[in-house]
């Protein structure tokens, strides 16, 4: 039994935890399926893996350039709470429940390639990261519910449970997705889509006539901000120097210089690591969406052979920032308008829900408002431009702060810890599947199992019914008009160009 936990704690931590590794082997083998010759293979292997490492990079950068920002912003305004953090509470939650969460990620993997083999649901999540933290909260929520020392019962529910999700959200997001991408070629596979959708779909009921974020006209001398690392670099530099001088004035001296890594030892030294905190961001965002065109001009033609052989008409679900190069202003203006939605969640909480309910005050975590932020930005700008951009974000951040509170109340004595999951779907996933495992190892277990049918079977009638059928949402929108009728005029210049290359053909 110890050598079937080991080597599946290695597959799941060491292959599947590590998402360039799984997106380096799925293009090899979608490769392969096309015939190509082994050079090409290896490279195209490598390429995937190493666009991903970048990506990876690039939010490393961003990471490690927004944690002394938000040390800043709570320090500055005296806020206390719970900052929800995937890697945090995955951590503390390992040694109790890692066993579990391993057997359920490898199981839900399997059973998730047989769903996309045999039904309608051809998604192949490949989001390494956030199986990694869906199957740590399922062990937990469900073995702290079912009041159980069954391994198997947690681990059976939990891999059907995560298997269904993993299929599901990509289906519902799939139609904004195709909004966003103008295309079908892609799925977003990131457990944010709850925000997503609901962004996209305010987006639609909002910004009708407002246009696209993309389409800022900014004067002449304004001009170089149309470049997306410089104004998202300016930004933020605006941002961590307006609250690196509040923070001087309020902060002891002691605790304000250790806020950086490099600890500044006078004022003007704090000022200026603020301001190259600011620029790593900027750095951190390009290697992101640097990484992401390399990703996708290696995966996506890969994937065409994993398609036809294999899973037919399969579509690989990518991490959020596959989105970014589609709006990088919308995605700046979602993270900015995530925050704003954040603080005032905060706000809420702290002067109503929890003095009158109880409800933990859930700090705004700077990385969640950043990549949910973004990515519900660019699916509000596809629907609804700019207006669609700051409305999507601002719902978002009020989701990411609600949804987080209401999970601690299902994870028994970790919901007294200072950390909690962050994203949408781990949240109101999590809170629905511990409630209904608090019924108990019997009535809870039928529940669970009844919410996997329901989910199942409302996936697989979205997918036949609505992206089988073409259905993009917001077709009346400006920018979506516009669009169209330049690729209409894109079309048929190019078939007047065929048909005069035909002609001087025939000529000869």
């Given at each position: 039994?110890n050598?079937?936990v080991a ?7 060491q ?21 190509k ?13 190493m ?7 690039g939010?490393?950068v961003v990471t ?8 800043l ?10 900052v ?12 109790q429940?890692?066993?579990?969460s ?11 390639l047989l769903?996309a083999?045999f ?37 059976g ?5 995560m298997a ?19 295309s ?11 925000g997503?959708?609901l ?24 001009s ?10 300016l ?37 200026m ?9 900027g ?24 398609a036809?052989?294999?899973v ?11 989105v ?19 603080l ?9 829900l ?10 705004p975590?700077?990385v969640?408002?950043?990549f ?6 660019v699916?509000?700008?596809?629907t ?15 989701l ?33 599947v ?10 809870g ?7 996997v049918?329901v989910?199942?079977?409302a996936?697989?009638i979205w ?25 209409e ?10 048909a ?9």
């Amino acid at each position: 039994m110890n050598v079937v936990v080991a080597v599946l704690n290695f597959i799941s931590q060491q292959i599947l935890n590590v998402p360039a590794y799984l997106i380096g082997i799925i293009a090899a083998v979608g490769l392969i399926a096309l015939k190509k010759p082994v050079g090409q293979v290896v490279s195209g292997g490598l390429k995937a893996a190493m666009g991903y490492l970048i990506l990876g990079a690039g939010a490393t950068v961003v990471t490690a350039a927004l944690d002394p920002f938000g040390t800043l912003v709570f320090r500055a305004t005296g806020a206390q709470g719970v900052v929800p953090t995937n890697e945090v509470i995955s951590a503390q939650a390992a040694s109790q429940f890692g066993a579990a969460s391993a057997y359920i990620i490898v199981l839900s993997f399997v059973l998730m390639l047989l769903i996309a083999r045999f039904t309608p649901l051809k998604y192949i999540f490949l989001t390494g990261h956030h199986m990694v933290f869906m199957s740590m909260m399922l062990a937990l929520v469900l073995s702290v519910g079912l009041h159980t020392d069954q391994q198997w019962l947690v681990v059976g529910i939990g891999s059907l449970l995560m298997a269904v999700i993993m299929v599901a959200m990509p289906a519902f997001t799939q139609p904004f997705t195709n909004r966003v991408t103008n295309s079908d070629k892609i799925s977003v596979g990131h457990f944010n889509s709850l925000g997503y959708m609901l962004s996209g779909a305010l987006g639609a009921a909002v910004g009708k006539k407002s246009k696209s974020t993309e389409d800022i006209n900014f004067p002449k001398a304004l001009s170089f901000l149309r470049d997306s690392m410089v104004s998202t670099t300016l930004l933020m530099v605006v941002l961590y120097l307006v609250f690196a001088i509040w923070a001087a004035f309020v902060v002891p001296a002691d605790q304000l210089f250790a806020i950086f890594p490099s600890k500044p030892t006078d004022y003007g030294a704090f000022i200026m690591a603020a301001f190259a905190q600011a620029l790593q961001f900027g750095i951190g965002v390009s290697i992101i969406l640097y990484g992401v065109r390399i990703i996708l001009g290696e995966l996506v033609p890969a994937f065409q052979g994993i398609a036809n052989k294999v899973v037919p008409g399969a579509k690989p679900a990518l991490d959020i920032p596959i989105v970014f190069p589609y709006g990088p202003n919308a995605s700046l203006i979602g993270f900015l308008s995530s925050f704003v939605g954040g603080l005032v969640a905060l706000g809420i909480i702290a002067l109503w829900l929890g003095p009158l309910w109880g409800v933990a005050l859930i700090l705004p975590g700077m990385v969640p408002h950043f990549f949910d932020g973004g990515g519900a930005g660019v699916f509000g700008n596809a629907t609804g431009g700019r207006r669609g951009a700051m409305v999507g974000g601002f719902v978002n951040g009020l989701l990411i702060t609600f949804l987080p509170a209401s999970l601690m109340g299902v994870m028994g004595s970790f919901g007294l810890s200072n950390s909690t999951f962050g994203d949408a779907d781990f949240c109101w996933y999590g809170t629905v599947v511990g409630r209904i495992a608090n019924l108990g190892p019997g009535i809870g277990a039928v529940g669970l199992i009844v919410l996997v049918a329901v989910l199942f079977a409302a996936a697989w009638i979205w997918q036949v019914k609505v992206v089988d059928k073409g259905w993009l949402p917001a077709k009346e929108h400006v920018a979506f008009i516009d669009h169209v009728k330049e690729e209409e005029k894109a079309a048929k210049k190019a078939a007047r160009m065929a048909a005069k290359a035909e002609e001087a053909k025939t000529a000869k």
